[in-house]
């Protein structure tokens, strides 16, 4: 077993972890964070994607032991109390999903693009969001969600003065 620290939407844990244990197995399995889904354990389909140290990383591609020392953010973490993040709240308005399984993946991509790309075109969007695959939507209200949640998220950094 190896100790890890990891802080994980704001809360830091201290875990005996064994080196082969990925790092979505971490959060699910021990942590409760089961916003977070499994979804193909290779890689490809990016449904378990969270921000490990502020950008986008497919978590069953991570061995929870590369996490020691990072702060991990899930979906769990985005809402602030009841006020959903922006990119939750313009998925859910938007539409953009039926069975809801790649949601979490597809808003933490969505909001690691829009670091690099605060206003994307939807060329863009759709090449941001590659790694990241669904099986229902076809994809149109994703890419209308990311554009709405961009400027809702330009709108409150204009409020806040970020």
Known sequence: ???INLTVDGVKYEEDVEPRLLLVHLLRDRLGKTGTPIGCDTGNCGACTVMLDGRS???CSVLAVQS???DVLTVEGLAEGERWHPMQRAFHEEHALQCGYCTPGMIMAAIDLLKDDPDPSDEAIRDGLEGNLCRCTG???IVRAVRRGAQSMSDQEAVSGR
């Open 1 to 3: 077993m190896t100790r």
């Open 57 to 59: 990383a497919k978590s």
């Open 68 to 70: 020691d020392g990072c």
């Open 139 to 141: 994809y149109c209200n």
